[in-house]
Structure formats: structure tokens, C-alpha cells
């Protein structure tokens, strides 16, 4: 079936750094993939989609400067918080959609600790 | 704008019971559903998707859609303390749309021995 790898797992950094983190597709390839956050005992919330070879669709209220988003290819996207707070904390979670339209898979999350 | 409810909960049940748990959209041309499990602090996993009006059965899991009323359900059947989760209702808008699923809050169960 589909597997999508995060990396990493979990991470700790310092204010006012930036933490990169990776949502590759192993066993298929994805058009798209989402990003989302998660707050603990809350929803999920839709961050942005990325698009492979074009620019992410970020949602409202997002702010694209600092939620970086690449999609270099079919099978990689990453996210970049950049100079992270400590309200950035929380779970971040990619999805990947396989090109048909049921075909979604989510990653492992990663959670981030800003201190 | 597209909502999709769900009873926040806790909704406990011992174990061997049946588990029910409801789902309510606003879109009516929506055509894909899906459940998904979160164990705490885990991602969601998928555990049932249904596309037609009836019941679509998997092992202990049952998924129920009404199209008319603008539900989805999903019944566990036998249910055991590992079933203890988060369960997400997502929702897929009408073909030709933007393809990205709207969640509810999510459910959670509590099966206790």
C-alpha cells in the first residue's frame, strides 16, 4: 500500500531557528501533498497544499515566509518553519494524494518543540 | 462554506459493545467519505472509505452513508480497549473541486474493560 516516510519524528530547537522537515511518498508518486498542524486535543488544520513544481497554495491565515514550502519533485515535499517561536509548537502532519482521488495517506507527524 | 460535525465526545462504551459513531456534512454534492483512527499523539490512519448510499462492512467495521440526510456513521462491532482513539470524519467536495478533504473535530471513544 502507500507508505509516506516524515522525518523527523520529533524535534526540539531554539527560538528563533529554523527547523526543516521532510515528507517524501515511497511507493508512488504525488501530484500533491498537504500540510497540516495540529494542536493537542484540537482538529486537524489544513496548512497549505503543495503542488510538485509549483508554488504552495497556502491557506488563510497562514503566513507563507514563515511556513516554507518545497515540492521539488514527485516524491519529496518539505516544510521549513522559519525563525521558530515557541506558539509554533505542535504536531505537524503531511498527507500525500496519489493522483486519483481517494488515494490519501498521511505521514507519521512530526512533533516540534520550540524552547 | 463546507462543514463537517462530529460529536466531540468522550463517547464510552465497554468493551464487547458496539461503538457508533455519527457524522454530519454540509455539502450535498460531496461524494467520498472517509474514517480515520488517531491514537494520541500518532497521525490518522485510514480505516473505512465510502462512496455510496448503504452499509459498507470491513471486519468489526461497519460505515453507514445516507446521502440524503447528509450523514455517515461508522459502527464497531466487539469493541476492544485497543479501539480507544480519536476517529475523524473527512469528507471529499464534489468531482471537479478542489480534491481536499474537509475533517470534523474528530470523536473520541473510550472502550474501558
Known amino acids: 500500500g502507500a507508505v509516506v516516510s516524515q522525518h523527523p519524528s520529533r524535534v526540539i530547537c531554539k527560538s528563533g531557528t529554523s527547523v526543516k522537515i521532510e515528507c517524501r511518498s515511497l511507493d508512488f508518486q504525488a501530484t500533491t501533498m498537504f500540510w497540516y498542524r495540529q494542536f493537542p486535543k484540537q482538529s486537524l488544520m489544513l496548512m497549505a497544499t503543495s503542488n510538485e513544481g509549483s508554488k504552495a497554495t497556502y491557506e488563510q491565515g497562514v503566513e507563507k515566509d514563515k511556513f516554507l514550502i518545497n515540492h521539488a519533485s514527485l516524491t519529496l515535499s518539505t516544510l521549513t518553519v522559519t525563525s521558530a517561536h515557541p506558539e509554533d509548537s505542535s504536531f505537524y502532519i503531511c498527507?500525500?494524494?496519489?493522483?486519483?482521488?481517494?488515494?490519501?495517506?498521511f505521514g507519521s507527524g512530526t512533533r516540534l518543540t520550540v524552547v | 462554506q463546507k462543514e463537517v460535525e462530529q460529536n466531540s465526545g468522550p463517547l464510552s462504551v465497554p468493551e464487547g459493545a458496539i461503538a457508533s459513531l455519527n457524522c454530519t456534512y454540509s455539502?450535498?454534492?460531496?461524494?467520498?467519505f472517509f474514517w480515520y483512527r488517531q491514537y494520541s499523539g500518532k497521525s490518522p490512519e485510514l480505516i473505512m472509505s465510502?462512496?455510496?448510499?448503504g452499509d459498507k462492512e470491513d471486519g468489526r467495521f461497519t460505515a453507514q452513508l445516507n446521502k440524503a440526510s447528509q450523514y455517515v456513521s461508522l459502527l464497531i462491532r466487539d469493541s476492544q480497549p485497543s479501539d480507544s482513539a480519536t476517529y475523524l470524519c473527512a469528507v471529499m467536495p464534489p468531482s471537479g473541486g478542489s480534491y481536499i478533504p474537509t475533517f470534523g473535530r474528530g470523536t473520541s471513544l473510550i472502550v474501558h474493560p
Open positions: 455539502d450535498r454534492g460531496s461524494q467520498s
Open positions: 498527507s500525500a494524494r496519489r493522483g486519483e482521488v481517494n488515494g490519501y495517506t
Open positions: 465510502i462512496y455510496s448510499n
